[in-house]
């Protein structure tokens, strides 16, 4: 975390807070709002010749930046779509290295939440509204209501994590729309990623495969394609040639054989049987020692990633987990 230069905590070594103080919106009433000026006359769900589903809303994208004239939009899109702010600023390290994982993290919710970025420098009431002592602060809202995220750069699996929980919520609060880019354009189809990895998988070359992802990681740690691959691959190894029956069968003959266990969920996740997995790991934490907590919630966040953190049995088991540990 970089402490700003223009806050008063700064120079007095006040401690970081990390929550916001409270929103005055008077301060972003008083201009017109430039993210309505973006959005133009862009057609929005329920309006005659939409052609949006009912379920969508039309953004400027899903990473834009706000400033204080155009803050008021995006209180009003809170109470369709989630919203999370990045209170940032030129000069700060930390900023830079998070952002763009930030932004590829969000891209891949396909518009259940935006990131909206706000330069603390350009926007000092906005920095004064949300109480920020010092950046990266990220901020979540909610039909309106700000709530503290994290502060400093995270890394990719922790920011999903915090994602989820925030997806969860706004799904409670019974916030279902859709964000939806207003140009309208559909993405290009990426290529395929390390296609020399997916080769070596296809010849059942699976030693080659984890080579070829672990050195995508040695060189860019933020490689989500790399990571998957790399849980995939390893999960293929665990259970390669393993009796799934015996697997199963040994597990439930002890139910509190951590290995076993561990062992069984794979070979039920391999296999399709994904809330089983997930209930089976879950299970084991109130009799396990702290080491093997440590274990099974690595396994769970494995399985997370492979079954993908927008699938609804993935957002239940990560609230599950999350009451498990704390």
């Not at 990719?156 to 994602?163: H, S, T």
Request: hydrophobic letters at 45%.
């Amino acid at each position: 975390m970089t402490q700003s230069p223009h806050d008063p905590a700064a120079a007095t070594g006040a401690q970081d807070t990390g929550a916001p103080q409270g929103i005055d919106l008077s301060a972003a009433r008083s201009h017109p709002t430039r993210a309505e000026a973006a959005a133009g006359s862009a057609p929005t769900a329920g309006q005659p010749g939409s052609d949006l589903p009912e379920n969508a809303v039309a953004v400027p994208g899903l990473v834009f930046d706000v400033d204080e004239a155009s803050f008021e939009a995006l209180v009003a899109l809170s109470n369709d779509v989630p919203v999370v702010i990045d209170l940032w600023a030129e000069w700060c390290g930390p900023c830079k290295q998070l952002s763009p994982v930030l932004e590829r993290v969000v891209e891949s919710y396909g518009g259940r939440v935006v990131l909206a970025k706000i330069d603390v420098d350009a926007n000092p009431r906005l920095q004064q509204a949300f109480g920020v002592q010092s950046i990266p602060t990220i901020v979540a809202l909610l039909k309106g209501q700000p709530a503290p995220l994290f502060q400093g750069a995270q890394p990719e699996p922790a920011i999903r994590q915090v994602l989820d929980q925030v997806v969860e919520v706004a799904g409670q609060q019974g916030m279902t729309k859709i964000a939806v880019p207003a140009n309208g354009e559909v993405p290009a189809e990426a290529p395929p990623a390390h296609p020399e990895a997916l080769a070596a998988l296809e010849a059942g070359d699976l030693d080659g495969a984890e080579r070829i992802y672990r050195a995508a990681l040695a060189e860019a740690p933020a490689d989500a394609d790399a990571k998957l691959g790399l849980v995939r691959v390893e999960m293929l190894k665990r259970t390669s040639g393993v009796d799934a029956t015996a697997a199963l069968a040994a597990a439930d003959a002890d139910p509190k054989d951590v290995d076993a266990a561990l062992l069984a969920a794979d070979v039920e996740l391999a296999t399709g049987e994904v809330e089983a997995a997930f209930r089976r790991l879950l299970g084991l934490f109130p009799a396990a020692t702290p080491d093997d907590k440590e274990r099974i919630r690595l396994r769970l966040l494995d399985h997370f990633e492979v079954v993908g953190g927008e699938d609804p049995r993935v957002v239940a088991a990560r609230g599950r987990l999350m009451r498990a540990l704390f």
